[in-house]
């Protein structure tokens, strides 16, 4: 018969391992505190685990006999799922470090009020959706496929949730502006997505939207900034990727501000999930001139120009900026900038 000691140190067991005890962890527990970390039990988390391992503050709570231990149990099971990991590759530096968007077209909905607190009623929805590939097509970001991971809104939630704000549109609403639609009660991953509750104010821009809230024909959109990504750039074609476009992973990112969106006519749109980048920086370019020059300057490393104007930095007059990439630098630039150009020319930056 199993003591109370003996079942108190198994149930403690159990506790350390968040993804079950049948599964198999990269780091089995090397850290103070007897945790396992990253999961291999599904291609998804052998990506993420290969992603944050990478990061300098995760790798430095190691030693170089652990950290090798870990990588060479990422690797062997990412062989599973054909993936191939190499020990120089580096994170996405080929994107514009600019905050980015995205939209659902789930519809948003509006419960009725139960409570006080409830104002108005309470919008649900989810602001992302995990592990659906979308198109991305944009003048700032390139052309490839996107998917979020489960994980990547896990650290925002936990970190940001305060402050983060909930918009209409985006704030760029010629009424509303960038008036807060209420606070959040609630906001967490599940099985599906981001999920979020929000009670609206009762106020007059509320009370504008709520017939449409109620009518469905609102989805929601979220801005993001993409701090860790895992690209493929050659990837095989496939039913979800027909044309091989390169593909990217967001396996980290912060999140700023969400709310209802009102869909563009785009026929060629995904109907799940979509870019909405470009009518973001349009619709900053008529409110925030500044802001928006400040986003060229950030992409113009990969992008001419924006402005129009021949003396704009992003039309390479004025100073240079700093090259963006997630604040990281290469370590070897020349053969950095060779792999940039050609993954750019790649995902249709560059020509």
Same mark, same amino acid.
């Given at each position: 018969?199993?003591?109370?000691?003996?079942?108190?140190?198994?149930? &403690? =067991?159990?506790?350390?391992?968040?993804?079950?005890?049948?599964?198999?962890?990269?780091?089995?527990?090397?850290?103070?505190?007897?945790? =396992?970390?990253?999961?291999?039990?599904?291609?998804?988390?052998?990506?993420?685990?290969?992603?944050?391992?990478?990061?300098?503050?995760?790798?430095?709570?190691?030693? &170089?006999?652990?950290?090798?231990?870990? =990588?060479?149990?990422?690797?062997?099971?990412?062989? @599973?799922?054909?993936?191939?990991?190499?020990?120089?590759?580096?994170?996405?530096?080929?994107?514009?470090?600019?905050?980015?968007?995205?939209?659902?077209?789930?519809?948003?909905?509006?419960?009725?009020?139960?409570?006080?607190?409830?104002?108005?009623?309470?919008?649900?929805?989810?602001?992302?959706? %995990?592990?659906?590939?979308?198109?991305?097509?944009? @003048?700032?970001?390139?052309? %490839?496929?996107?998917? &979020?991971?489960?994980?990547? %809104?896990?650290?925002?939630?936990?970190?940001?949730?305060?402050?983060?704000?909930?918009?209409?549109?985006?704030?760029?609403?010629?009424?509303?502006?960038?008036?807060?639609?209420?606070?959040?009660?609630?906001?967490?991953?599940?099985?599906?997505?981001?999920?979020?509750?929000?009670?609206?104010?009762?106020?007059?821009?509320?009370?504008?939207?709520?017939?449409?809230?109620?009518?469905?024909?609102?989805? &929601?959109?979220?801005?993001?900034?993409?701090?860790?990504?895992?690209?493929?750039?050659?990837?095989?074609?496939?039913?979800?990727?027909?044309?091989?476009?390169?593909?990217?992973?967001?396996?980290?990112?912060?999140?700023?501000?969400?709310?209802?969106?009102?869909?563009?006519?785009?026929?060629?749109?995904?109907?799940?999930?979509?870019?909405?980048?470009?009518?973001?920086?349009?619709?900053?370019?008529?409110?925030?001139?500044?802001?928006?020059?400040?986003?060229?300057?950030?992409?113009?490393?990969?992008?001419?120009?924006?402005?129009?104007?021949?003396?704009?930095?992003?039309?390479?007059?004025?100073?240079?900026?700093?090259?963006?990439?997630?604040?990281?630098?290469?370590?070897?630039?020349?053969?950095?900038?060779?792999?940039?150009?050609?993954?750019?020319?790649?995902?249709?930056?560059?020509?």
């Amino acid at each position: 018969m199993q003591s109370s000691v003996e079942a108190e140190r198994a149930g &403690a =067991k159990t506790a350390k391992a968040p993804y079950g005890t049948e599964t198999t962890y990269a780091d089995p527990g090397y850290q103070s505190d007897g945790v =396992k970390r990253y999961p291999l039990d599904t291609e998804e988390h052998c990506r993420a685990a290969w992603s944050y391992i990478n990061q300098a503050d995760n790798a430095a709570k190691y030693t &170089a006999d652990q950290l090798a231990a870990i =990588k060479s149990k990422i690797k062997a099971a990412g062989k @599973k799922y054909g993936i191939s990991f190499a020990d120089d590759e580096t994170k996405s530096t080929l994107t514009p470090d600019i905050d980015v968007v995205r939209a659902v077209a789930l519809p948003t909905e509006l419960r009725a009020a139960m409570a006080v607190d409830d104002g108005l009623g309470v919008l649900t929805g989810y602001f992302s959706t %995990f592990d659906v590939w979308y198109p991305v097509e944009s @003048k700032f970001e390139g052309r %490839f496929l996107e998917r &979020a991971a489960p994980v990547a %809104f896990s650290e925002t939630i936990d970190r940001d949730r305060a402050a983060m704000k909930v918009l209409f549109d985006h704030g760029a609403d010629p009424t509303i502006g960038n008036k807060v639609l209420g606070p959040i009660r609630d906001v967490r991953p599940d099985q599906s997505g981001a999920r979020f509750e929000v009670p609206l104010f009762d106020t007059s821009y509320n009370r504008e939207l709520t017939p449409g809230l109620r009518a469905g024909v609102y989805g &929601a959109s979220m801005r993001m900034h993409v701090l860790d990504d895992v690209w493929n750039d050659r990837p095989v074609r496939s039913a979800h990727n027909p044309d091989g476009l390169p593909e990217r992973t967001v396996t980290r990112a912060k999140v700023m501000e969400f709310g209802p969106v009102t869909f563009p006519a785009n026929p060629h749109a995904n109907a799940g999930i979509r870019s909405m980048t470009d009518r973001y920086y349009d619709q900053l370019r008529q409110r925030d001139s500044g802001a928006y020059e400040a986003a060229c300057r950030a992409a113009s490393s990969v992008i001419t120009d924006f402005t129009g104007r021949p003396d704009a930095r992003s039309a390479g007059g004025g100073e240079p900026d700093a090259r963006p990439g997630n604040g990281r630098a290469s370590s070897s630039p020349s053969a950095q900038q060779r792999l940039d150009a050609d993954s750019l020319r790649i995902r249709g930056i560059l020509t």
